[in-house]
């Protein structure tokens, strides 16, 4: 079966590439703490008076994409709502810094929410005490590492969101044995060896490149977006055969992120976990409901999976995006 047979129809309402003529687009640039450059697209509403301070929301890509995938449609559309908003490119993504390239920190990508909080409060019309984040699959778990230490995020909302540490350590279901975990670990850490004496760098997870009669019905999903005009986007640096692949010797950091542990500590600024009713990864945001303290709710959208919370516009619960930022910031 050839991979454009055995792909669905595009969605018709996806949108990835969403463009607004109600709002300005500026690309910025940021250091973080430890000065490291963090890219991302600023978008203000037009006619927006920059004698006023505003409030503002943060949004973070996909794991092993970049802010063209997922993240600036939703910030567009917040921005459409009335919201100063900043996709970011994670460190070692996108346009942001960080070598090797597609490396896995999980702190380095917590920290980039900070130093969007550094850059959001430091703008002449932002209201430094009305900044909310949003962060979609990965970024949902990272987002929330961010919020347990960082005060000034007083709104955390996420989507689709995947804990990428219980992901790697365990699996979907907890369908990853302890041994293979071991066994994960192990050649990872041979690979360590290989690429201090500067061999060739392997890859690990992100999307398939190839799709037939036997794939899995996740790497379908997944490939539609990221392998199709749906989604996909290399950015410069990057390519085909790389993009979406974090390096098979740092992926393992993931074992070592528990991203909901004291996530009670968050409280009381308010909590919205947002999934599909008929999402893979609906377990994620289940489990980080259930830890969490009030205040905190936990949103399915009827009939949506996890990639379709990516890009379809009509299934995206952009009112209740709004009504939870407009109410918490």
């Known amino acids: 079966m050839s991979t454009s047979a055995s792909a669905r129809t595009r969605p018709a309402d996806a949108d990835n590439f969403y463009q607004s003529q109600a709002v300005t687009t500026q690309k910025v640039a940021f250091p973080n703490q430890y000065d490291m450059t963090v890219a991302g697209n600023l978008y203000l509403p037009k006619g927006m008076d920059q004698g006023q301070r505003h409030p503002a929301i943060i949004v973070g890509h996909p794991m092993g994409a970049v802010k063209e995938q997922s993240a600036n449609l939703y910030a567009i559309k917040m921005a459409e709502q009335g919201f100063v908003t900043l996709s970011i490119d994670l460190p070692f993504w996108g ?20 130093a969007a909080v550094d850059y959001l409060g430091t703008r002449p019309f932002v209201n430094r005490n009305r900044i909310g984040v949003i962060g979609i699959c990965g970024s949902g778990s990272f987002a929330i590492s961010a919020a347990k230490i960082d005060p000034r995020l007083k709104a955390i909302a996420t989507v689709s969101m995947y804990d990428m540490g219980q992901a790697n350590r365990n699996a979907l279901n907890k369908s990853q044995s302890l041994e293979q975990r071991k066994r994960i670990i192990a050649e990872a850490a041979e690979q360590r060896y290989v690429e201090f004496e500067g061999g060739v760098t392997r890859y690990t997870s992100g999307t398939v490149h190839e799709i037939n009669e036997n794939s899995h019905p996740i790497e379908i999903e997944f490939y539609e977006f990221y392998r199709t005009p749906r989604g996909e986007f290399i950015p410069a640096g990057s390519s085909k055969e790389t993009a979406t692949h974090p390096t098979l010797s740092s992926n393992t950091k993931f074992m070592n992120f528990y991203p909901f542990n004291d996530i009670e500590i968050i409280s009381p600024r308010p909590l919205l976990f947002i999934t599909g009713d008929q999402a893979h990864s609906r377990e994620f945001s289940e489990d980080a409901y259930q830890r969490a303290a009030e205040p905190k709710e936990l949103y399915y959208v009827p009939g949506a999976g996890h990639v379709d919370l990516y890009d379809r516009v009509n299934l995206i619960p952009f009112g209740k995006l709004a009504g939870f930022f407009t109410k918490n910031l």
């Open 95 to 114: 346009e942001s810094s960080g070598k090797p390239r597609n490396v896995v920190s999980p702190d380095m990508y917590s920290e980039a929410f900070s």
